[in-house]
């Protein structure tokens, strides 16, 4: 099974261990004919999270996703059923189940907070100041009198 490729030194790459994915086949829906009626060509992959051999801090974010394909006991399912063979469909949802891991095997870089240089502390300024004049420009007309 192909893993996901290492980032930054010394990293070695998350897999998902196909012993720990369950598939089930199921008919595909939608038109296509007799062969959709009678062939059960469509994969639904069914992955525990909390039980696999994954990182913790992968498992994490992986459960923290917003995504809709996991349930709340931490389950991923993904169905597959665009192709006619179900080798095809299991291969699928294999890729699309790594895709998802891989999103989240690389930790969220720390934003550190910086300070705004003179420059465009100035320009903010300056911005601010045409902005209120063309606003004060939009009150009533007064009569010099």
Known sequence: MSGIPARGPGRTPVRVDEREVAFTAMRAQGPGGQNVNKVSSAVQLRFDVGAS???DDVKARLLALPDARITQAGV???KAQQYRTQ???RLDALQRLEAMVARVAQPPRV???TQPSYGERQRRMQDKRERSGTKSL???VRDAG
Do not use: H, Y
């Open 87 to 89: 080798e095809a469909n």
């Open 76 to 78: 991923v399912v993904i």
């Open 138 to 140: 939009r009150g009533r």
């Open 111 to 113: 934003r550190r907070a």
């Open 53 to 55: 051999s994954l990182p």
